[in-house]
């Protein structure tokens, strides 16, 4: 294509003709004071709590303190371009980020500029970053459910839309493999996800991109990444970006996922903030309104009422606990405001069972409402089976003589936590997962050697959707375990057994 | 004395806690004045600083040391400035020195002007512009401010070439900027903002074959 070059000229020409260059009015102060991300300024004598102000070159500030004599500032960018003396523009805007369609597929600093060398994003819509949280009236329970594929939390700890749950465990436990994993499911379901990484390593994050990219799920995601290298003003408000990008998408009546990955390095970059600013430091030198700082970020993950369209924000904080301190300040605080939490544990893990989740103290507080049917039915003792199977190992370990129908109890038991482990990367359709544990609750893996569960379940899968596809699909459609469907899986599954002895 | 060296440039503020304990001490100086009807007491105020002060530069530093005690301090002004002033400056000095707050008297002097300034429905506006100021247009600017705003402005000019042509007008925190500058870089922002599509879509259309 050529372009021409008369036209482009003309074009031009008419813009330039029509602009009417108006006289800027702004409120403007002067820097006294900088470093370390926060600015202290006179003048702007109107400014207002939150408002976005201006510095030289383009970098923007967020008023944060307003004091008697002085606004105190953090910088949203190179706080060493900022020289004291310099003249602040105050914007009578709103902190506020692009948002809409064009989102989707990229990743984004928390102001919304690309960080993929993909080009501008091309959208006009925006939303303020600060963003208060709908009513009681505008809300309504939580009943549909949100797949995650894993089988230990959609059986256990099932997920609704709109429901906080946390994931809190030590580092190295496979927090963040959860939330991935979850984001991968939502394959199709025309729910929109947002991940916010928050402090993370920025090649961790590359390494989520990444996967995600691999797994087609970077289609309905957007990735808001702000790497421990960036300034603690942009860590702090990466959150509050990424719930704005997905409110978007939730006061449109969609259903949208977002994980803050993790909230405790948010809450570290905002106490950074606050000890600058001379806030008073609290517990753990924490300010005090580090519980609202989180209470009000998670209170916008919602499901809306149908007048309001009916959308929902399901969010997935994660907090890093050190040596399993979940008593200390932060995870106490967020475990208070979530309506749940997936407790990942360090041993379980090096044993080998991955996800590696405590089931003894994961909840879900939403609970059974949030479950279809037929995994309601299938699932419902299967939390106390398991922990009864705990004690019965415990018990087991000194050696004790055991009469035949414990010994049953304690295989049965040995064979669902083999179950219960999910490789990385690959969600199981619910259907599926209702199939596996099923059998292993009716005891149809009884005869199977506990190092071989994990491969006969791959086998009754594939086993499944090629000899019993009709049953397999009735179940996905009926999303409840019917009589029929019930008598149909039974006798595949009795076909896959009787094949098994076979062997 | 040794020369003093720079280490502030000239446009950073007073710190504002010192200006706010200033905007005190001289509210109450002028409102004490009044009431006890003791003459001029802002020209007496505004002799000391730029006659005896600036004059002075070592009686300056006695008087703001913090080697030198309140007592000396005291006597000095007892010896010194005294017989040369009004009971009243006197008395304000000394309340100055008790507090030791001596070395706000240059705020407090600014401040003096202001509350004066502010009575007389005067105001200060910086005024920067690309050229110097013809009379003619100098007093086009007073007129129209005087008619906008509703008060006497009084004006302090600066010359900042940058600016290329048209005026930039500050009124207390208040920028009113009709400069060429930046209305260029308005006009820029908004041709790249209107082309960016265009260029986004065309280079889509190289990268996509349908």
């Given at each position: 294509?050529k372009?021409?070059?008369d036209?482009?000229?003309s074009v031009?020409?008419?813009?330039i003709e ?6 800027q ?10 470093g370390?991300?926060i600015?202290?300024?006179t ?9 976005m102000?201006?510095f ?12 008697e004599?002085?606004?105190g ?5 190179d706080s060493?371009?900022i ?20 989102m ?8 919304g500029?690309?960080?993929d060398?993909?080009g ?5 819509d925006t ?23 894993i089988?230990?939390?959609d059986?256990?700890t099932?997920?609704?839309?709109g429901q906080r749950e946390?994931?809190?465990g ?6 963040t493999?959860v939330a ?6 939502q ?7 947002v ?11 590359a390494?989520?991109v990444e ?5 087609g799920?970077?289609?309905?995601t957007i990735?808001?990444?702000?790497s421990?290298a960036?300034?603690?003003p942009l860590?702090y ?5 990424g ?10 009546g969609?259903d949208t996922l977002?994980v ?5 390095k ?6 950074q ?8 430091p ?5 300010p ?20 309001l ?10 907090i890093?606990?050190?040596?399993g ?8 605080n967020v475990?208070s405001?979530?309506?749940g ?5 360090p ?5 080998g ?5 405590n ?10 409402n ?9 699932a419902g003792?299967l939390?106390?089976d ?5 004690e019965?190992?415990?018990?087991a370990q ?20 083999e179950?219960l ?14 199939i596996?544990i099923?059998a ?7 005869k ?8 006969k ?11 019993h596809?009709d049953?397999?699909?009735?179940l996905i ?7 029929e469907?019930?008598?149909a899986?039974?006798?595949a599954?009795e076909?896959f057994?009787s094949?098994?002895?076979s062997? | ?11 950073v503020?007073?710190?504002?806690g010192a ?8 509210r ?7 009431s006890?009807d ?5 020209e007496?105020?505004g ?5 005896v002060l600036a ?9 703001t ?11 000095l ?14 008395n304000?000095?000394k309340?100055?020195?008790r507090?030791g707050?001596?070395?706000?008297i240059?705020e407090i002097?600014?401040?003096v ?22 009379d ?14 509703g008060?006497d ?14 005026l930039?007008?500050?009124v207390?925190d208040?920028?009113?900027d009709?400069?060429?500058r930046?209305?260029?870089k ?8 209107r082309?960016?599509?265009?260029i986004?879509s065309?280079r889509?259309?190289f990268?996509?074959s349908?």
């Amino acid at each position: 294509m050529k372009f021409k070059a008369d036209e482009i000229a003309s074009v031009i020409q008419t813009e330039i003709e029509d602009f009417r260059g108006q006289i800027q009015t702004a409120e403007v102060g002067r820097v006294i004071e900088v470093g370390d991300g926060i600015a202290r300024c006179t003048g702007l004598s109107t400014a207002m709590a939150g408002e976005m102000l201006e510095f030289p070159g383009g970098i923007r500030g967020l008023t944060f303190n307003l004091e008697e004599n002085s606004v105190g500032v953090v910088i949203l960018g190179d706080s060493l371009k900022i020289k004291e003396g310099d003249e602040v523009k105050s914007t009578g805007r709103l902190l506020s980020v692009p948002v809409g369609d064009a989102m989707l597929g990229r990743v984004v600093d928390p102001l919304g500029n690309p960080l993929d060398g993909n080009g501008p994003i091309m959208t006009t819509d925006t939303r303020p970053v600060e963003h208060e949280a709908v009513g009681v009236a505008g809300r309504q329970p939580v009943k549909v459910p949100l797949q995650t594929g894993i089988k230990a939390v959609d059986a256990m700890t099932p997920i609704g839309r709109g429901q906080r749950e946390l994931i809190i465990g030590d580092r190295k436990t496979g927090k963040t493999a959860v939330a991935i994993d979850t984001i991968l499911n939502q394959k199709g379901t025309g729910v929109k996800c947002v991940y916010v990484a928050c402090g993370q390593r920025a090649a961790s994050v590359a390494g989520v991109v990444e996967v995600l990219r691999e797994h087609g799920a970077l289609d309905y995601t957007i990735v808001v990444a702000s790497s421990s290298a960036d300034p603690a003003p942009l860590q702090y408000i990466a959150p509050y970006a990424g719930a704005a990008m997905a409110e978007h998408y939730m006061y449109n009546g969609e259903d949208t996922l977002i994980v803050y990955d993790d909230l405790s390095k948010q809450a570290i970059a905002y106490r950074q903030l606050s000890l600058l600013m001379r806030r008073p430091p609290g517990r753990e030198a924490f300010p005090g309104d580090v519980f609202y700082c989180h209470s009000r970020l998670l209170e916008r993950a919602v499901k809306l009422s149908d007048e309001l369209g009916g959308g929902s924000m399901t969010a997935l904080p994660i907090i890093e606990t050190l040596e399993g301190e979940v008593s200390a300040y932060i995870p106490t605080n967020v475990i208070s405001i979530t309506d749940g939490q997936i407790y990942l544990e360090p041993d379980l893990f090096w044993k080998g069972i991955r996800p590696a989740i405590n089931v003894g103290i994961s909840v879900s507080r939403v609970g059974g409402n949030a479950q279809t049917k037929a995994m309601k039915k299938i699932a419902g003792s299967l939390r106390l089976d398991l922990a009864a199977f705990r004690e019965l190992e415990a018990f087991a370990q000194l050696g004790t003589e055991l009469d035949a129908a414990t010994q049953q109890q304690l295989d049965r038991g040995y064979c669902m936590v083999e179950l219960l482990k999910q490789p990385q990367y690959e969600p199981l359709n619910v259907a599926d997962q209702v199939i596996v544990i099923y059998a292993g609750a009716k005891g149809y893996f009884d005869k199977v050697p506990v190092a071989d569960v994990q491969a006969k379940e791959k086998e009754l899968l594939s086993f499944v959707q090629t000899e019993h596809a009709d049953m397999r699909d009735k179940l996905i459609e009926a999303e409840a375990l019917t009589d029929e469907v019930e008598e149909a899986l039974k006798s595949a599954l009795e076909a896959f057994v009787s094949r098994l002895d076979s062997e | 004395m040794s020369e003093q060296l720079k280490t502030r440039p000239d446009q950073v503020l007073e710190d504002p806690g010192a200006l706010a304990v200033a905007s005190q001490y001289a509210r109450s100086y002028l409102s004490a004045a009044a009431s006890q009807d003791s003459g001029d007491a802002e020209e007496e105020l505004g002799s000391f600083v730029d006659d005896v002060l600036a004059g002075h530069p070592d009686f300056r530093a006695l008087l703001t040391s913090d080697s030198v005690g309140r007592k000396a301090k005291l006597d000095l002004v007892d010896r010194v400035i005294s017989p040369r002033s009004s009971e009243f400056f006197v008395n304000f000095l000394k309340v100055l020195i008790r507090h030791g707050r001596m070395e706000l008297i240059d705020e407090i002097r600014e401040v003096v002007i202001r509350v004066r300034e502010e009575l007389a429905n005067q105001q200060r506006v910086q005024i920067r512009s690309s050229q110097p100021l013809t009379d003619k247009s100098r007093q086009r600017v007073v007129r129209q401010l005087k008619d906008k705003l509703g008060f006497d402005p009084i004006l302090q000019e600066s010359v900042d070439e940058s600016l290329i042509g048209g005026l930039v007008i500050q009124v207390g925190d208040t920028v009113y900027d009709s400069s060429l500058r930046t209305r260029l870089k308005t006009l820029a922002g908004r041709l790249t903002e209107r082309t960016l599509y265009e260029i986004q879509s065309g280079r889509d259309r190289f990268s996509h074959s349908d």
